[in-house]
């Protein structure tokens, strides 16, 4: 289990994203070249939970 740092009030998603990503790369295989990939796309959608997610456009 990760310890969530807290930094003003919010969590700090770096140090989580850190802690997924090291957890995932020791136990599965992974490119090197991917790594930067993968850190980017585990920040995003950790910074990305608690944003309203925005409605669909229904055509009338």
Known sequence: MFN???RDGQTDTVSI????VAAYVSNNPLPVAELPKLIGDIHAALHG????????VVKQ
């Open 49 to 56: 939970i608690g944003t309203p997610a925005t409605e669909p």
């Open 17 to 20: 994203a850190a802690d997924i």
């Open 4 to 6: 969530s740092p807290e």
